[in-house]
């Protein structure tokens, strides 16, 4: 087993993490949007089609993929959960159900509020690599989900924009954005989470662009820099002119002179299992963990 990070790896910024957490998207962007697609085809190979289930913070997830997994089980409720208000608005605006196609029926999508342990699946697309926390995250989509429930989620490996570092590295910058984490490290920590037989998957994608102004617009779209020793303040015109210099020596010939990065996308599913209560001289169990203890007894 490889070296589990600590709690808060150690690139990122917490304090920029909660900014970018609170970021009011005008939409969702079009990559997460893409990785959600991909991820939501893989749930044909899901057997169990869950009655509840969670979307994690879908404004920058995915608001289209949210639709999709609607789609595909229409007779799941979901609960939609995110960080401010002002995205709950974006959510419910965007995902409820008009009130003249309800027709006095309740709604299939529930804004900014869900119970512990009662849902089947928890769905969290690209939102584990911006995390300061991510064990903490971990944990409490754990607790979100009943026994048997499974998660599904997304996120950014390793080799996304190491074609940037090495720009940045060779003009003596700092890093252009806080490292990522493997996907056999993201597995230890599923299991240390209490997770069960978690599977892993990545692949990459190779975006290019026509020049660096887009590259850099682009950018600002899908993400931000959250990395802790990134350049302090902003910085002026004739950084930006050196940094769009610096930027043309991505230009790939076999892509007809296109800039081009890479975006290593790793996907992940595991369970929550019976939880097993470790007997000792004084031992203490949750009553979420009684009730499923009692509940497969009983079942047996």
């Known amino acids: 087993m490889s070296d589990i990070p600590a709690e808060q790896p150690p690139t990122l910024d917490p304090i920029a993490c909660a900014r970018w957490a609170q970021w009011l998207h005008v939409q969702s962007p079009w990559l ?26 879908p404004v920058s997830g995915g608001l289209q993929a949210h639709k999709a997994v609607r789609a595909r089980y229409p007779k799941a409720v979901s609960d939609v959960v995110e960080p401010t ?27 900014g509020s869900h119970a512990p342990g009662n849902a089947d699946m928890v769905w969290a697309n690209m939102a584990l690599h911006t995390a300061a926390d991510p064990q903490a995250l971990l944990r409490e989509w754990h607790q979100m989900l009943a026994t048997d429930g499974f998660l599904m989620f997304s996120c950014l490996g390793p080799d ?51 020049s660096p102004a887009s590259l850099l617009a682009e950018c600002r779209i899908l993400g931000r820099n959250l990395h802790k020793d990134r350049f302090a303040g902003l910085r002026g015109r004739v950084w930006r002119a050196d940094l769009e210099k610096a930027l043309l020596n991505l230009a790939q010939p076999l892509q007809d002179g296109r800039l081009a990065v890479t975006v290593e996308v790793i996907y992940g599913h595991a369970l929550k299992p019976l939880p097993r209560a470790k007997m000792t001289s004084q031992s203490t169990v949750t009553l979420q963990d009684m009730r499923s203890l009692l509940g497969q007894s009983k079942r047996d």
């Open 85 to 111: 208000l002002a995205r709950q608005t974006v959510a419910k605006h965007a995902l409820q159900t008009p009130w003249w196609q309800r027709l006095g029926r309740a709604d299939s999508v529930s804004i």
């Open 160 to 210: 996304t924009l190491h074609e940037l570092n090495a720009v940045y590295a060779q003009a003596g910058w700092p890093p252009a954005c806080h490292a990522f984490t493997d996907m056999h490290d993201w597995g230890d920590m599923l299991v240390q989470a209490g997770f069960a037989e978690p599977v892993m998957d990545m692949e990459r994608i190779t975006l290019t662009y026509d």
């Open 32 to 57: 997460n949007e893409e990785v959600g697609r991909r991820m939501e085809d893989r749930l044909q190979w899901i057997r169990l089609e869950p009655k509840r289930w969670v979307d994690w913070a």
